[in-house]
């Protein structure tokens, strides 16, 4: 598989990379598994919120 990112998109990719120690495959399995578990949980009703752990302040997520 060939996977043509642009510059930005391959240094966010090597900052995950460096931070969580793992191979850009290993990022891109995680992407890949988180988006799937939210696509299910979309499909089904579910919201996905980012909540601010000091307010309580919830934002919604909108998926495309």
């Known amino acids: 598989m060939t996977l043509n990112l642009t510059d930005a998109e391959m240094g966010v990719l ?3 990379c ?3 120690d793992l191979s850009k495959i290993g990022v ?3 992407a ?3 988006y799937q578990m939210v ?5 089904r009703g ?3 919120f980012f ?3 000091k307010t309580k302040d919830k ?3 909108m998926m495309l």
């Open 32 to 34: 890949l598994r988180l």
């Open 46 to 48: 579910d919201k996905l």
């Open 51 to 53: 909540e601010d752990d």
């Open 28 to 30: 891109i399995r995680q």
């Open 18 to 20: 460096a931070k969580k």
């Open 14 to 16: 090597e900052g995950l």
């Open 39 to 43: 696509d299910v949980r979309l499909e």
């Open 59 to 61: 934002s919604e997520v």
